[in-house]
């Protein structure tokens, strides 16, 4: 073999070689998840860390973006991650219309659009979405609620501190609520939005109390607000304790600190607890599924469950001990 012969061989496997790490470093490139959150906030944290964990066994990375509740952000912050050309994007939005924009962004270039616990049901982009079913979780508490007015005679007034009116959690607590207490004819129900906000919640209670004093019991579609009611119920000499005479029903959703500390004392009734590991978890698991080009369901319902003061210290270790 000549030595012109014996070169052509060398450069010929040395590119084949070259050749065979750009392939594999092609098809070793890792996944990216952009992940769009409305806010950070107690349970929203608990999501987002299971969505990590799981990204984290899958092998993928997790570009995090948060909005700090302002919709024109967000819409930017996922056109961004668009630009970047994530794999998958899980979006928990703060406004739909506002982001819708930019998610249509995101379907025309073929990235697969998760959203998580809060649904976008008028979205013409979102490829699946993974939450609580807030009707049922709204249905329960009211449910508990409903059991112990129901001795009552009279007119029963109950307060309803409703969530943000822009927000599909918010609406369907509420629904679930109402039809729950429409089994008792008697009851009248006052209902005042808080857009989650637990100094607005403080003060609806307040104004709620000077006008309608004899109110006997409060449904927050958040518990983060029960402290709040607290407070108020505390000033008035009205924060009677589960079992006590002029005690005051108060249940809630979400599963946070505050409704855990307030049903254990008694203040509170009762909470429905959010499945926020399993919903972080099946956030990652429906991307995935979408990015190897697989089908998957379009409604995915994690359900809550109502823990009463009476059960909720013996389940603690199985409620928290996950989120």
Not at 22 to 39: E, F, M, N, P, Y
Not at 106 to 135: C, E, H, N, Q, W
Not at 234 to 260: E, P, R
Request: proline content about 2%.
């Amino acid at each position: 073999m000549n030595i012109k012969k014996r070169i052509s061989g060398v450069l010929f496997v040395v590119a084949t070689l070259l050749l065979s790490s750009v392939s594999t470093s092609a098809l070793a490139k890792k996944i990216r998840i952009g992940l769009a959150v409305d806010q950070l906030f107690e349970s929203r944290v608990a999501e987002n860390n299971a969505i990590k964990v799981a990204a984290e066994k899958l092998g993928f990375e997790v570009i995090e973006v948060v909005a700090d509740g302002d919709a024109q952000t967000q819409n930017a912050q996922i056109q961004s991650l668009v630009v970047q050309r994530v794999d998958a994007i899980l979006v928990c939005a703060v406004d739909q219309n506002t982001i819708e924009r930019a998610l249509m962004r995101a379907k025309r270039a073929r990235i697969p659009v998760i959203a998580y616990d809060r649904a976008l049901p008028d979205s013409r982009t979102v490829a699946a979405f993974v939450g609580p079913d807030s009707i049922s979780d709204g249905f329960e508490a009211g449910k508990y609620m409903a059991e112990q007015l129901k001795g009552i005679e009279g007119k029963v007034q109950v307060l309803e501190l409703l969530g943000a009116l822009n927000d599909q959690n918010g609406i369907d607590r509420s629904k679930g609520f109402n039809k729950a207490l429409n089994a008792l004819p008697n009851v009248e129900i006052i209902s005042v939005p808080t857009d989650w906000d637990s100094a607005k919640a403080l003060a609806a209670t307040e104004n709620a109390f000077q006008a309608n004093p004899n109110i006997k019991a409060i449904f927050a579609a958040t518990d983060t607000q029960i402290p709040a009611i607290e407070t108020v119920l505390s000033n008035l000499n009205k924060a009677h304790k589960v079992g006590q005479d002029g005690h005051i029903v108060v249940t809630g959703v979400n599963g946070s600190n505050d409704g855990y500390a307030a049903t254990v004392s008694g203040f509170a009734d009762g909470i429905v607890v959010m499945d926020l590991t399993n919903i972080g978890e099946k956030s990652v698991q429906l991307a995935a599924a979408l990015i190897r080009g697989e089908s998957v369901g379009k409604h995915n319902v994690v359900p809550g469950q109502f823990y009463s003061h009476d059960n909720i210290v013996e389940n603690k270790a199985d409620i928290w001990g996950a989120n």
